[in-house]
């Protein structure tokens, strides 16, 4: 699988933007992915974009853990964690504003419901490979 192949440029310069350790992450989830699926570009997109909100933090592994914990627990967040914590909605609007697709969207913000029109399997299987 090429990344290049799955995104256009201006997905890919998203993707770039990433950290390393978010970009081998999405790699991973759209490997499962189209490991399930079959070739989907779409999805495949989908599997490769959906943390694209993290580039709006500076959180390291600890940080982004602390983030989570101190979340849970309902304490106030400093606003670079409030950032990671709110990645699915910062990245789902950077997707929709470059004209990425609804799956890519959707699967971003974290969503619940796949966009009308998707295949339920592929909606699975993304969220199953992101979470394996």
């Known amino acids: 699988m090429s990344v290049a192949a799955s995104l256009s440029a201006a997905e890919a310069g998203l993707f770039w933007e990433q950290k390393p350790i978010d970009q081998r992450h999405a790699y991973t989830v759209a490997v499962r992915v189209e490991g399930s699926v079959g070739e989907d570009p ?3 997109a ?3 974009l ?3 909100g993290k580039r709006h933090t500076s959180a390291g592994l600890i ?3 602390l983030a989570t914990v101190a979340d849970m627990a309902g304490m106030p967040l400093p606003t670079d964690w409030r950032r990671y914590r709110n990645h699915g ?3 789902s609007a950077d997707l929709e504003g470059i004209g990425a697709t609804g ?3 959707a699967f971003a913000a974290g969503d619940n419901r796949p966009p009308a029109g998707t295949d339920p399997t592929v909606w699975e299987a993304l969220h199953a490979a992101d979470d394996a």
């Open 42 to 44: 779409e999805a495949v």
């Open 46 to 48: 989908a599997a490769l």
């Open 50 to 52: 959906h943390d694209i």
């Open 63 to 65: 940080g982004r853990s």
């Open 89 to 91: 909605s910062l990245g």
């Open 103 to 105: 799956l890519s969207v």
